[in-house]
């Protein structure tokens, strides 16, 4: 599938109209002058400034099983629903389903849009909560009380979990339904199309394993991101530098460059590193080599483990850094990756404003935490560690080495 972008710009700005004034009469050149020279007894007023254009990047996202079409920007919302219409040709019947915190008027213009392109439109709320196969069972329920089939539409605007429950309900739905994915976070927006969340069994979190399965997906700017300093930013800067530690080193420095730009808050260069971390995150789901594939778990190991430990104290996005700061620093002791590239991944955290683990850890529950996340999904113990900035494979870690360095890294935290 080609990765060239298309992009799509809109100008929405109401254009200058000069305001009508009255004929003015024939006069001599040097009494036209003079007339023109005195004030004049009322100032019009100025036309309004147009509003400012909307702007759309439309990005085909590789896929494990297909591809997704991604459009980035602001003012996607609105857009979204003809783009649909063009998709699908003859409409036909849509579902539009949403979670409960979802804002009323992203809901209100989808609704809208959706009815005029002539859907056959039917809207209701998600009906779960959770992220599990009750949530699924669910979601199928009300897709077959509102007679939804593989000819029509369902336009999902939620959350990560939502998203995600969403993905395996339309994947199998009917032998396969379109979905079109509305994210509300900056999370939901990296992570929902090409990774979706695994589902939940008692007690075993995120075993349900699934390939992302949306057709469309619309992040628009002004819905899904929030402002720089939040933890949901920080969250997506931690997953942006993940995604391009799993991908090259072209993708590293890119989002080096756009480091400063994003810690600005600039929507443009958030808008662009948005989109190129989906297409780079679908790229390495894709890949045909199972090792490249397994890297898209880097620093997830440990930052599950450690998140069994430290609870909701501690938020996701120092979790998901603490764990490729770990690896890293694993990488370099196993001597496939240079203190510079370990320096470099620290220096692009820091810059992109991700903090660390405030809380106290003890060493040797870490260890067992470690374990236990690992072995919950394999028979051997592997890390996903760097061994070049965009390279990163599953590798052996030695009890003793792992041992050490999780010895050192609590040594670093508050004492208990």
């Known amino acids: 599938?080609?990765?060239?972008?298309?992009?799509?710009?809109?100008?929405?700005?109401?254009?200058?109209?000069?305001?009508?004034?009255?004929?003015?009469?024939?006069?001599?050149?040097?009494?036209?002058?003079?007339?023109?020279?005195e004030p004049k007894p009322e100032a019009k007023a100025e036309p309004a400034?147009?509003?400012p254009a909307r702007r759309a990047v439309r990005q085909w996202v590789t896929l494990r099983n297909g591809s997704m079409d991604l459009r980035v920007g602001t003012g996607t919302l609105c857009d979204l629903p003809?783009?649909?219409?063009?998709?699908?040709?003859?409409?036909?019947?849509?579902?539009?389903?949403?979670e409960p915190s979802a804002p009323e008027e992203v809901v209100d213009t989808l609704r809208r849009n959706l009815s005029d392109q002539g859907f056959d439109l039917s809207v209701a709320e998600m009906p779960s909560s959770t992220c599990d196969l009750s949530a699924v069972a669910a979601l199928d329920a009300l897709l077959a009380e509102r007679g939804v089939t593989a000819d029509d539409l369902v336009v999902?605007?939620?959350?990560?979990?939502?998203?995600?429950?969403?993905?395996?309900?339309?994947?199998?739905?009917?032998?396969?339904?379109?979905?079109?994915?509305?994210?509300?976070?900056?999370?939901?927006?990296?992570?929902?199309?090409?990774?979706?969340?695994?589902?939940?069994?008692?007690?075993?979190?995120?075993?349900?394993?699934q390939n992302g399965s949306a057709r469309f997906c619309a992040i628009d700017i002004e819905v899904s991101c929030r402002p720089v300093g939040t933890e949901e930013m920080a969250h997506a800067f931690a997953i942006m530098v993940q995604t391009a530690m799993c991908d090259s080193d072209r993708a590293f420095g890119r989002l080096w460059d756009a480091a400063d730009e994003l810690a600005a808050g600039d929507v443009a260069a958030l808008a662009t590193q948005m989109q190129d971390s989906v297409k780079t995150r679908g790229k390495v789901v894709a890949s045909t080599s199972a090792a490249v594939r397994q890297s898209i778990g880097y620093g997830e190991t440990f930052a599950r483990a450690l998140g069994t430990l430290v609870g909701e104290s501690v938020p996701a996005s120092a979790?998901?850094?603490?764990?490729?700061?770990?690896?890293?620093?694993?990488?370099?002791?196993?001597?496939?990756?240079?203190i510079d590239d370990m320096l470099a991944q620290d220096e692009l955290l820091e810059r992109l404003g991700v903090g660390t683990t405030p809380a106290p850890v003890d060493a040797d529950a870490l260890v067992d935490a470690l374990h236990?996340?690992?072995?919950?999904?394999?028979?051997?113990?592997?890390?996903?560690?760097?061994?070049?900035?965009?390279?990163?494979?599953?590798?052996?870690?030695?009890?003793?080495?792992?041992?050490?360095?999780?010895?050192?890294?609590?040594a670093t935290r508050p004492s208990l």
């Not at 080609?2 to 001599?28: C, K, N, Q, R, W």
């Open 49 to 51: 400034a147009p509003a």
């Open 319 to 338: 979790l998901l850094a603490d764990g490729m700061r770990f690896a890293a620093r694993l990488g370099v002791a196993t001597e496939s990756l240079s």
């Open 372 to 410: 236990a996340e690992r072995y919950r999904h394999s028979r051997r113990f592997m890390l996903a560690l760097p061994r070049s900035l965009g390279r990163v494979r599953l590798s052996a870690v030695p009890d003793e080495t792992l041992a050490e360095h999780v010895g050192a890294w609590c």
């Open 1 to 37: 599938m080609s990765e060239s972008i298309v992009s799509e710009e809109e100008s929405l700005g109401t254009p200058e109209v000069e305001p009508a004034g009255e004929t003015e009469p024939e006069v001599e050149p040097t009494a036209k002058a003079e007339a023109k020279a």
């Open 156 to 209: 999902v605007v939620g959350g990560y979990e939502t998203l995600s429950v969403a993905s395996f309900a339309c994947s199998s739905w009917c032998g396969g339904v379109s979905l079109a994915q509305v994210p509300l976070d900056p999370v939901s927006a990296l992570l929902s199309g090409p990774t979706p969340r695994g589902l939940d069994l008692p007690g075993l979190p995120r075993v349900v394993a």
């Open 82 to 98: 003809h783009a649909l219409r063009s998709a699908v040709g003859r409409p036909h019947g849509c579902a539009l389903v949403f």
